[in-house]
């Protein structure tokens, strides 16, 4: 059954020069179990500037599959010590881009949890930034 749910997506990013940015989107999405994976699916916003992106989320014990379809489109696998090229579409352009996988944290339950990434991303096979994607996953029921 999918339910209504409030998620939290904070991004980090780090450049060479230990210079920081975080974006957080709070947003209402839904939350799922089909074939004993968790699905989180999410509308982006102005706010990560990819509004008119639908963004769903395969979650795996070991591994999570980011999937934007609309305005920006990308598929990409987290999996520790896996690297994953792939093409990220933007009505902008197409580039090239591969994350490096150092932690792929899952503590999720039909009740919500939360999902924690640490990457390395590439643009051309060259380090643009270490990245950190948190990910929460509350009920909408905790807020009535």
């Known amino acids: 059954m999918k339910k ?8 980090t990013q780090t450049n060479d ?14 939350f799922f179990i089909r074939d004993q994976h968790y699905y989180i699916l ?3 916003t102005s706010l990560s500037g990819m509004e008119g992106t639908t963004t769903a989320l395969k979650v795996e014990p070991q ?3 980011l999937n934007r379809m609309g305005t920006a489109e990308q598929k990409t ?9 792939f093409f ?11 994350v490096l996988p150092s932690k792929v944290q899952v503590d999720l339950t ?19 930034s270490d990245n950190q994607l948190e990910i929460t996953v509350e009920y909408l029921e905790n807020y009535a």
């Open 110 to 128: 039909e009740r919500g949890g939360s999902i924690n990434l640490e990457y390395e991303l590439q643009i051309d096979q060259e380090k643009i």
């Open 17 to 30: 020069l230990g210079e920081t940015d975080t974006i957080e989107l709070i947003t209402e999405g839904r």
């Open 63 to 65: 591994r999570v599959t």
């Open 77 to 85: 696998t987290f999996e520790a010590g896996i690297l994953n090229a």
């Open 88 to 98: 990220y579409v933007t009505p902008y352009g197409t580039m090239k881009i591969a």
């Open 4 to 11: 209504d749910v409030l998620v939290r997506v904070k991004g």
């Open 42 to 44: 999410y509308n982006e």
